[in-house]
């Protein structure tokens, strides 16, 4: 895990090197292990490491043998062994030990085309000098950031917007439409930034730039392709996944500096702590469970009991650890929300980043459950999408006057009770059938929106809908699960995760989102993931014999933590301080008496405001750090 950044064309040498530098510096807790640049003529690449793999021999930039050819590479190659054998065949020869090497010998053979080649995390910038182009690559889940932008025959990249920042020509223009994405969903989806010229490189994807011309070229070299369904047995498919599952999570293992596990009360973290406790015995693995006070959102319990049957079946191999933590520490979040570049709203952030920090203080590599979800059905939404299938069938005007109507009556007492939820669900099924999964997930409806837009907002279509489009599934449950592999998980959840772990200098790894692993789960029938009311069925069904029926059986409840009590409570001051003490009742992005109206109905439990408020709150934080 690293930090990369650069720039094609300048004017000026020695400005360069100040320049390549500041940003380097700004993302210094993305590798405190070491720093590097390189200039020449017409490029500037620069590195931060956290050094994991050949720690003496693994230095960056990384140039090829004769010079032509240079490197920054930020993330993990799984399979870099045998891909420098193969090259090696080729006539390739290495100086260094370190997967980034790979990278330089695999784009000599390959050219443009390598990162298909490529088994791991990743984001990288290689600088041809002969050529006078650059390539920009991206992994497939998109778990390694990369950002850029272009002004004239300039292009500027990095891991993260703030060092982008660094940059004179920097566009700060914002973009409405932006905007009004990141109030609905809480975050701004690739390809866009709040910065209306900045771009986020999406997951899959590589970029060519030449130095010349000024040109770009972006291109996709892999696609997750829900269509094909392979002829599996159900117990032939359980097998295979436990092979694919537990060859992904040994992958990961590769390290030369202490590694552990995430473990929270659920399913997906227990089984990565179970296979990787397995995988390491006799050697003791460490696993981190961070708890809270209040007890709706603590998972202590559940961490607990699976630490307890993993040191069972490994002979007390785990070394499960637990800390107490206040994730509703107001300078907290202070100081995450410029962290993230943009605005971003998934509070979960805030525990997140605590549970990295304890990790961190014993190891530099974490093993996580992120991306079964996306993958085997793993939310509750997608029954929901289910339910609403069958309904589907009735005229939407029958719909909307069954379902819309009687949901006025429900009261939104918020989205973890009972009478909450069920206004949402009875709000989706009277949706246009087009417009229904959005509508699940929609922070900001219509209505709301006219409550609160500003006139820069309302000048600004609302057109978060767009992004709601399966690419190549049929089955209703199957396109919801393909919506959030190319939204949610890259937008939302991997961000989330990268930020706030690389805060803490902690490299994170997700087995689940191995991409052979991911290529079976597409070949999977949906009734294999969604069975009945049985969420992640085959995933439960191939662990059962490693994992507490407990653990099989809990409800999923998320990172969440208590935003409406916490608005109305502890934080009810600093909020709204925060709120009118930022240039965001006077930017035009929204009508201070709409917020002002919000707020009250909030606070008299009225209405549970609690999301829009929070993401209201991140925009005038970032306001206010930006000012």
């Not at 390598?114 to 990743?122: Q, T």
């Not at 607990?304 to 907290?332: M, S, W, Y």
């Amino acid at each position: 895990m690293c930090g990369i950044a650069g720039f094609v064309n300048f004017d000026h040498h020695t400005a360069a090197e100040e320049l390549i530098g500041a940003m380097n510096r700004v993302q210094a807790h993305r590798g405190p292990d070491g720093a590097g640049f390189f200039i020449d003529d017409r490029a500037a690449l620069g590195h931060r490491r956290l050094a994991i793999i050949d720690l003496e021999g693994g230095i960056q930039p990384m140039s090829n043998e004769d010079g032509s050819l240079h490197l920054v590479f930020n993330g993990e190659i799984y399979n870099h062994r045998e891909l420098r054998a193969r090259l090696e065949t080729s006539g390739h020869r290495f100086r260094t030990g370190s997967d980034t090497e790979v990278i330089l010998h695999l784009y000599e053979e390959c050219g443009a085309d390598a990162p298909a080649a490529l088994c791991g995390m990743f984001a990288f910038a290689l600088w041809d000098s002969r050529k006078r182009m650059l390539l920009l690559g991206r992994d497939r889940a998109g778990q390694k950031p990369l950002v850029y932008f272009r002004k004239g025959r300039t292009l500027v990249f990095a891991s993260e917007i703030n060092a982008l920042r660094e940059h004179p020509d920097f566009p700060e223009e914002w973009d409405a439409r932006a905007v009004g994405d990141f109030l609905s969903l809480q975050y701004v989806p690739s390809p866009d930034c709040i910065y209306r010229e900045v771009k986020k490189l999406p997951p899959a994807h590589t970029l060519l730039f030449n130095a010349d011309s000024g040109q770009i070229q972006t291109a996709c070299y892999w696609q997750m392709n829900v269509a094909p369904k392979g002829v599996w047995s159900f117990p032939a498919a359980s097998q295979r996944l436990r092979e694919l599952l537990t060859e992904a999570v040994r992958k990961r293992l590769m390290a030369e500096v202490p590694s552990g596990a995430f473990l929270s009360g659920g399913l997906d973290s227990a089984i990565i702590a179970t296979l990787m406790t397995r995988l390491r015995q006799p050697e003791r693995t460490a696993a981190f469970t961070i708890g809270f006070a209040d007890r709706a959102y603590d998972e202590r319990s559940g961490a607990r009991l699976a630490a307890h049957h993993i040191n069972r079946l490994t002979g007390n191999c785990l070394d499960h650890q637990e800390k107490v933590v206040d994730p509703g520490d107001f300078e907290l979040l202070r100081k995450l929300v410029p962290c993230y570049g943009e605005p971003f709203a998934d509070a979960s952030m805030l525990p997140t980043a605590l549970l990295s920090a304890f990790a961190r203080e014993q190891v530099t590599v974490i093993l996580s459950g992120d991306g079964a979800d996306e993958i085997f059905a793993g939310y509750e939404r997608y029954l929901a999408m289910r339910l609403a299938s069958r309904f589907n069938r009735l005229p939407e005007p029958v719909r909307r006057m069954f379902f819309r109507l009687p949901a006025r009556f429900f009261p939104d007492s918020g989205e973890r009770t009972f009478s909450g939820r069920l206004r949402r669900l009875l709000r989706m099924l009277g949706a246009p059938q087009c417009g229904q999964y959005f509508a699940l997930l929609d922070r900001c409806p219509p209505a709301l929106r006219a409550r609160i837009a500003g006139e820069r907002l309302l000048q600004e279509e609302a057109e978060t809908r767009r992004l709601f489009r399966a690419r190549t599934a049929f089955d209703v449950v199957e396109q919801c699960m393909e919506i959030d592999f190319h939204t949610y998980l890259p937008g939302d959840i991997l961000p989330k995760v990268d930020i706030a772990s690389m805060a803490s200098s902690l490299e994170v790894r997700n087995p689940f989102l191995d991409h052979e692993l991911i290529e079976f789960a597409a070949t999977l029938p949906s009734e294999f993931k969604l069975c009945g009311r049985s969420r992640k069925h085959l995933l439960k069904h191939a662990f059962a014999d490693l994992l507490p029926q407990e653990t099989i059986a809990v409800r999923k409840r998320g990172f969440g933590v208590p935003l409406a009590s916490w608005l109305r409570g502890r934080w009810q001051e600093p909020a709204l301080a925060a709120l009118w003490d930022s240039p965001l009742p006077d930017s035009g992005w929204i009508d201070p008496k709409g917020l002002q109206t919000l707020w009250n109905e909030h606070q008299q439990g009225r209405r549970d405001h609690s999301y829009l408020l929070w993401s209201l709150l991140i925009l005038a934080l970032f306001m206010q750090k930006r000012s």
